[in-house]
DNA sequence: AGATACTTTGACAACGATATCAATTTATTG
DNA sequence: CAATAAATTGATATCGTTGTCAAAGTATCT
């Protein structure tokens, strides 16, 4: 049926360990034989068997991907990332979503590893802030990698973005813009993201000198539900601020929405900024400005980062943060 | 280590064969050892070696999930019913990204399939679309599931939505609300839903005795830019529709866009209906009036459909076709 | 040259399950 | 009750790799 070791260690005069050696470029091969047993590899077209691999190895060639986050295109953009960086090492990826309120979530997780012998965990917010779970993980020997931790914890290796960097320098846009009345709406309070683009957007506020405004800050928790109930809170206010800012796009949608039914004119009355630049910014009128992360970069150097611990490469990969990037579009209305 | 059958068959007294075939469900196992075998299976806490099973068995509990669709809303519900189906049998979920306009598709998806020795693939558009590509894999018998298939081969396992049935009621709907002058904008042709969507509200036209207006109808690839651009040639007209119909929804929000730059109110002036209910339909104001097909249920039963056929499950799963919902918003306006 | 160290190679066991087929037990028949 | 058929069970081979460890080959050092 298909090509084994056998064929190809008789093809190239060689012992099946010999072959063996060389398919997983282990030391102590001679340049020639070597030569002759890739020869012979890919004469043959041998691929090896990944499920005797992993029998033998304990290993199963597959990572998976952890997730309890219900913005389908943060998770579309993340497996992107993580696919591309599969194809490229022989990898496979798994999905494995979780729920982050479920008590028995570590035994669970690693039951399923254990089950299937998964070689590496990626973790996503707001399982990445989890401090407890990623302490049981590493009771287990269980290799992760995390996408924007928390704590950054120097034992495991990490991708991050500048979320607080980036929330400063929106902030400081629409100051520059000239508005000095300005909302906030915060993201979910389990995710880490949310308290760092809120200190960002208060210390912006602050170094400029304008007057922090408890009325306009509401509480959300990501969802468009949460940003149009924020929206009515503010609207139901005698002063407006003259821009809102929201921890992502999808309160910013509900805030428009909003401020729709109250008949406010968006941009010239108000100004509406997102976070995350997903496919709705573009595609609601005004189109919304945003913060725009790399999310499919980040989410493949978190896998090569995973796939690095294993594998021993060369080339050493190491926790990296990544840039965002400022996107102003039409919402954002130009004051001076 | 971990718990083999070995430590299963001298806990319980019998060989490891006999707890073999406890474990499989296999034939002639009286009830009495069957029951003694499980009483240690649970008390040792006994999990099958995947990777042995696949090894010797040549199954590897995975199926894959093949697409090549931009539109991550509907790719995320795909993949949430095919998990919560997983999850009930212990398969496991492997995503594998295509081209449909690779040539070597078909090779290179066997390729796939062989190395991982993946038990089955479940397809969606426009993959489904592609005769020649599922005769290659029938010739290799490698087992699938459609979703949306357009030849129904009765070879094959598939769900399907009753796209035309939807489209044609929708059309009805619009009409209904007193509309006459109705544009539509095609999907990708690709995709054999394009045409039995257009087909639908063809015939909807037909039947109510309203004329077909061709400057109205306009090709469309489900992208927001080819709604855009189909909006910006109807608004250009001497006469425009009163209601425009898109293949999805983010076509229907492109047109909004081009109808909002050219100053025409939504929904006064202009109606617009799209179809998928994304999150997008909601998510832009006025909120759209849409079509909901239940992509999870569908992608779910797609799964149990595949599972069925190699795991010889009592409860035969069959071919099925699911009813879509219509869903008025306010982008729909009422004339009469 | 002989002793020693290091590199390269291979024979065979092992991973943990299922498959084969023969042995044993139980049921059925004349 | 013996003969035969059928159901149940187990000993052992097997899947295709990697791990162990010893043997063979080369290089280095007195």
């Known amino acids: 049926m298909s090509v084994t070791i056998k064929d190809v260690s008789k093809d190239a005069g060689v012992s099946i360990k010999t072959v063996s050696r060389v398919i997983n470029n282990e030391e102590n ?24 691999q992993s029998l033998r190895s304990k290993r199963s060639y597959m990572i998976a991907l952890l997730y309890d986050n219900p913005n389908k295109s943060y998770l579309a953009d993340v497996q992107g990332g993580i696919l591309q960086a599969c194809k490229r090492t022989g990898y496979n990826l798994v999905l494995q979503e979780c729920n982050h309120e479920d008590e028995s979530i570590s035994s669970s997780i690693i039951e399923f590893v254990n089950d299937f012998k998964i070689d590496g965990l990626i973790i996503t917010p707001p399982l990445s802030d989890m401090d407890e779970f990623l302490d049981d993980l590493d009771n287990e020997d ?15 290796p990490y991708v991050s973005s500048n979320d ?4 400063y320098e929106m902030t400081s846009k629409i100051i520059e813009y000239g508005h000095q009345q300005i909302g906030f709406v915060k993201g979910h309070n389990m995710h880490s993201a949310s308290s760092l683009r809120f200190n960002g957007f ?12 408890f009325d306009w800050i509401q509480d959300g928790d990501f969802s468009f539900g949460s940003g149009f109930n924020a929206g ?6 005698k002063n407006i601020p003259s821009a809102i800012f929201a921890s992502n796009d999808s309160m910013a949608a509900g805030i428009m929405k909003s401020a729709r039914m109250k008949n406010i004119d968006i941009p010239d009355q108000l100004s509406i900024i997102g976070f995350d630049d997903s496919p709705t910014a573009q595609q609601v009128w ?3 400005s945003t913060v725009k992360q ?3 970069e980040m989410a493949m150097h978190a896998a090569k980062l995973l796939i690095t611990q294993f594998d021993g490469l060369t080339e050493k990969t190491v926790s990296k943060e990544f840039k965002s990037e400022i996107i102003i579009r039409e ?6």
Chains 1, 2 share one sequence.
């Open 331 to 336: 919402s954002l209305h130009r004051l001076i």
């Open 286 to 288: 005004p189109s919304m």
């Open 29 to 52: 091969v001679s340049e020639s034989t070597k030569e002759k047993v890739l020869r012979s590899v890919t004469k043959l077209g041998f691929k090896p068997n990944k499920s005797a």
């Open 294 to 296: 790399p999310v499919e």
């Open 142 to 156: 269980i290799e992760y990698s995390i996408i924007a931790p928390s704590t950054k914890k120097a034992s495991s």
């Open 202 to 213: 208060i210390n912006a506020l602050d170094d400029h000198g304008i007057e922090r405004n």
């Open 232 to 237: 009515e809170n503010i609207f139901s206010l």
């Open 164 to 167: 607080y960097d980036a929330s």
